[in-house]
């Protein structure tokens, strides 16, 4: 065995590898047996070596091994001697899947037999720096260079990239000369247009929403979202090729005409939340960027836990994101085919019935089950026995015959549940689970990128061979890690005990990020969808904190918000030389600095009501606002207030002010100027903090007496009595306001004909001491 081993390593240290990376090969078994055997083929074919053969043609192996002899065929023939060449031989080979390859085909794609003279590198970098001479002999060596590399290597695809580069530096030299002190001196930074430095939203032609230069699904996608193209699912790493692949891909192609096809497959137990803002965009974002379709899928294959209610409740989170899907489907629209696929399946011998229970078949190594082995006419019985009702829950369940990537052996496919379906009444008493549904619906709806989050990695295996063993188009699926934040809980079971325990309302209470708490709280949604392009999509799962997605919500609203007057504990103030016998109306802009965007009237009399904060009878240092030596502006009015007197109640609390009035272009500029409103509307506001007192209050080393222990006592401050002018009297539920040096605020669905019910959205800094 020793010695075998030592051949083997000489063998690949003979085409290339060095001897640590032989030793390692080695460890591989299916590799280096693929490899040794590559090698034998390619040294063993006559002339091979010598000439441009058709030993490829010949050998007919598998994908392992068909790359091995690439390797081999280009090591030791030297025919391939660029890597950009090796590149497009790999790409060659991923591209034919089936064997035998066309070695005419192979040789063309790789650019065997293309010789570039260098009187053709020489004529096509000349023509490149004459297309570009006006703006080199202007920037000279501060020009990019890389343009012309760029450009030279498109138009000489299989020339050597030296041989181009200092033929480059060799005309580029002959035009401009040496270099001068000043060709060295660093380029000056090109200034920043207002628009970009204050990172201003645009609309694309397509509506979708631009930022930073990028629109949202090029930031949402990233760069590193390299997808297939439509119909080649087979040039996907882990992708299984069978004999009907290439069939099935075409018919595939005939119904689809190529169209991208995604999909949003929800479960009907509960309500969206953050992480699934993500997933839509994501699922509905990547069709719409290449002119696809998405559906929205109920994945509704559990009776016990579905109410109308969630599937109500997620198509209108769906909607209010703004994705309007192209169909809405259902798991249960295929109940009869998943049934026959099912019976399909026992008969190709690749599931059973099983009558191991549930608890003998959890945990990480459960025991084998003795019935794998059981004749298929007996499975046969048995399946349509469990779909007649003749077994009790968890007496039996169908079993796949396969070892997940996870080492999770034989997952169930069907389980029996007496419970009536939502859709379906009691047409059934066995339901699909999802290992078993969700590709085969995918490959129903011909979807074309089946886009999961990164806890579903385990189950690829298993979509795939469920496929296969059908022989059923396989579409992809591909992973990417979920949308976590700090500070919260989103499962479901959680979110129930917060309700339960009284923590908080119910699943739209606005501390919860829900995506109904979220709207009930005023975030729009325009600003969910930016703060998911910013996150991304990656593989590695993302965890951050609410401030950023507040920041978003911050900066959508800031323009879209229009401003009014409000004081949340109200002071009086009775001005006592008030300048008109009777009130006066004054105008205030709905977004002060565009004052052409509208404008509102607002009372203005002798009696007005601002923020207790915004009084002190003592000056301190640092403070700007109204005391009875420091006087004060009132916002929008034109006038200037001193305080005259200070009445209190008998506990010796200020309760009023009587102040005197001056126009404020008069008298010297006061050091700030506040709200106030007059003859205002009296509100309610809710005023929201976070629910939890640490960033992780599921992890136990944080949060040791668990996630209920750890509710903030102060996540919600009433305000019964606070006061808003009488512009907003006409607002609807959710309609947005920034209420003026105090915050963002929404209408909540709880306001009445005779009292409006204000949420604060965000304040109107990170930090509210800064305000």
Not at 285 to 294: H, M, P, R, T, V
Not at 462 to 491: H, I, M
Not at 594 to 622: L, M, N
Request: charged residues 25%; hydrophobic residues 35%; contains cysteine.
């Amino acid at each position: 065995m020793a010695s075998d081993s030592a051949d083997l390593v000489s063998l690949f240290i003979s085409i290339g590898l060095s001897e640590q990376k032989a030793k390692e090969t080695l460890k591989n078994e299916a590799l280096s047996s693929a490899l040794k055997e590559a090698v034998i083929q390619v040294t063993d074919t006559p002339g091979l070596r010598s000439s441009r053969a058709a030993g490829i043609r010949t050998i007919k192996l598998r994908a392992e091994q068909r790359l091995c002899i690439l390797y081999s065929f280009a090591l030791l023939t030297r025919i391939i001697s660029l890597s950009l060449s090796l590149s497009a031989a790999l790409d060659c080979v991923k591209s034919h899947p089936v064997d035998p390859i066309s070695v005419e085909e192979f040789e063309r794609q790789c650019g065997v037999g293309v010789v570039v003279s260098p009187e053709q590198i020489e004529d096509t970098v000349e023509a490149i720096i004459s297309k570009h001479k006006e703006l080199l002999m202007k920037e000279r060596y501060r020009f990019n260079m890389g343009l012309l590399m760029g450009e030279a290597r498109s138009q000489l695809k299989w020339a050597d990239g030296k041989i181009i580069k200092n033929e480059v530096d060799m005309q580029v030299l002959h035009l401009l000369g040496p270099k001068t002190e000043a060709d060295l001196e660093k380029k000056p930074k090109a200034p920043k247009q207002k628009a970009a430095a204050e990172n201003e939203k645009v609309e694309a032609a397509d509506g979708d929403v631009k930022l930073e230069g990028k629109s949202l699904m090029q930031q949402l996608r990233g760069e590193a979202m390299k997808f297939h193209k439509t119909g080649e699912n087979y040039k996907t790493e882990g992708y299984v090729v069978t004999p009907n692949t290439m069939r099935l891909l075409r018919e595939h192609l005939e119904l689809t005409g190529g169209q991208v096809r995604t999909r949003f497959p929800p479960e009907p137990n509960g309500i969206l939340h953050i992480g699934h803002a993500k997933a839509i965009n994501f699922n509905f974002g990547y069709a719409k960027a290449n002119n696809g379709i998405c559906f929205l899928r109920y994945d509704d294959t559990n009776p016990e836990k579905e109410e109308e209610k969630y599937f109500t409740g997620i198509r209108d989170m769906v909607e209010w994101l703004g994705y309007k899907p192209y169909a809405v489907t259902h798991a249960s629209d295929y109940f009869q085919q998943l049934y026959d696929w099912a019976v399909e399946l026992i008969r190709r011998s690749h599931a059973y019935v099983c009558h191991q229970r549930v608890e003998e078949i959890k945990g990480h190594n459960p025991p084998p089950s003795p019935w794998r082995d059981r004749p298929t006419e007996e499975s046969l019985l048995l399946f349509e026995g469990m779909r007649k009702g003749k077994f009790a829950e968890g007496e039996v369940t169908l079993r796949m015959k396969l070892v997940m990537e996870d080492g999770k052996m034989d997952p169930v496919a069907y389980r029996i549940k007496y419970t009536p379906h939502h859709r379906t009444g009691d047409t059934w008493c066995i339901y699909p689970t999802y290992d078993y549904t969700h590709c085969l619906c995918d490959s129903i709806e011909h979807i074309t990128h089946s886009l999961c989050t990164k806890e579903f990695q385990a189950r690829r295996s298993s979509y795939f061979w469920l496929c296969n063993a059908l022989d059923v188009y396989c579409p992809v699926q591909w992973e990417y890690g979920r949308l976590n934040l700090t500070y919260t809980v989103v499962s479901k079971r959680k979110i129930v005990k917060l309700v339960e325990t009284g923590a908080v309302r119910d699943w739209d209470d606005p501390r919860l990020f829900t995506l109904t708490a979220l709207r009930r709280r005023g975030f729009p949604a325009e600003a969910i969808n930016n703060f998911c392009a910013r996150v991304g999509v990656t593989v590695a799962q993302t965890t951050v904190e609410p401030h950023l997605l507040e920041a978003c919500v911050r900066e959508v609203l800031n323009d879209s918000a229009p401003r009014v007057m409000a004081v949340l504990e109200p002071l009086r103030v009775t001005i006592t030389n008030f300048p008109a016998p009777q009130q006066m109306e004054v105008k205030v802009p709905d977004f002060p600095a565009d004052e052409s965007r509208g404008s509102h009237s607002v009372h203005f009399s002798s009696t007005v009501f601002i923020e207790q904060a915004d009084f002190r009878e003592v000056t301190e240092k640092g403070y700007k606002r109204l005391t009875p030596d420091q006087p004060v502006g009132l916002r929008h009015a034109g006038y200037v207030i001193s305080v005259q007197k200070v009445i209190k109640d008998p506990s010796g609390k200020v309760v009023e002010l009587q102040v005197s009035c001056a126009r404020a272009d008069s008298r010297e500029k006061p050091k700030a100027f506040i709200q106030w409103v007059s003859n205002p509307l009296r509100c309610e506001v809710r005023l929201y903090e976070r629910l939890f007192l640490h960033k992780n209050p599921e992890d136990p080393s944080e949060v040791p007496g668990g996630f209920l222990s750890d509710i903030s006592p102060n996540s919600l401050q009433l305000i019964e009595d606070a006061m808003v002018d009488r512009s907003v009297a006409g607002a609807k539920v959710f309609d947005q306001f920034q209420f003026e040096r105090v915050g963002y605020f929404s209408v909540d669905p709880d306001s009445t004909e005779s009292k409006l019910v204000f949420n604060r959205t965000v304040t109107l800094k990170e930090d509210p001491g800064k305000i």
